[in-house]
């Protein structure tokens, strides 16, 4: 099975801009979770998408925001970017039921300058 | 005081050493611990993955998992340079859908 896909792998962009990431979960899993990963912070959860349903979120403003496609692929939206955005973000698949095991993609690296 | 607290290293040690790796919580109603191994520009990989209380064993990899101390611990044996990583542990308390907490990653480096 071919693994999480995430793109693009680097972005690089401007304070006030939007910016949206993209993952393409395993085959077959219905959950994409997403998380933010900086050296102060570590990892960070975003929020977690489920049948397109957002069904958790972390403690994030409102300029983080997400969706899930009937194929479970997943998006993620960041608006109004500050320097404090840049960051590894790294989106995870699991199956969804059953299990708490998540895969991770190699995340993409956003730089805000 | 964070949820979960990991030293965030480094570690260093010679090859052929046996590992130990910790991380402590807070909060009791976490049942579901993991560990993850990061390369450098990589996403995390899950190595173990415990539910509640006890250990498991995994080839060279064994992870503790001691609830009424809220402590757990991962051990490698017989470490190997490729094992030079960023170790992550991580935690959640299930129940349908992941918040997942994770610790702030112990960078470990094995000299040959």
């Known amino acids: 099975k071919a693994g999480v896909t995430q793109t693009p792998r680097y972005l690089i962009k401007t304070r006030g801009q939007q910016v949206t990431l993209s993952c393409s979960p395993i085959s077959g899993h219905r959950s994409v979770s997403w998380y933010q990963q900086t050296p102060g912070q570590g990892l960070q959860f975003l929020f977690e998408y489920f049948s397109e349903t957002q069904r958790n979120k972390g403690n994030f403003p409102g300029r983080f925001s997400g969706r899930q496609f009937s194929n479970s692929r997943s998006e993620m939206n960041v608006s109004t970017l500050e320097l404090g955005d840049s960051a590894l973000y790294l989106c995870a698949s699991s199956p969804g039921t059953g299990t708490n095991t998540q895969y991770f993609g190699p995340g993409t690296r956003l730089t805000v300058l | 005081q964070k949820e979960v607290e990991q030293d965030p290293g480094p570690l260093s040690v010679p090859e052929g050493a046996i590992v130990s790796l910790n991380c402590t919580y807070s909060n009791s109603a976490f049942q579901y611990f993991m560990w993850y191994r990061q390369y450098s520009r990589k996403g995390p990989e899950l190595l173990m993955y415990t539910y509640s209380s006890g250990n498991k064993e995994d080839g060279r990899f064994t992870a503790q998992v001691d609830k009424s101390s809220k402590y757990i611990s991962l051990f490698i044996r017989d470490s190997q340079p490729s094992d030079s990583a960023t170790y992550l542990c991580?935690?959640?308390?299930?129940?349908?859908?992941?918040?997942?907490?994770f610790g702030a990653g112990t960078r470990l480096f094995v000299k040959a």
């Open positions: 991580a935690m959640s308390a299930g129940g349908g859908g992941f918040k997942t907490i």
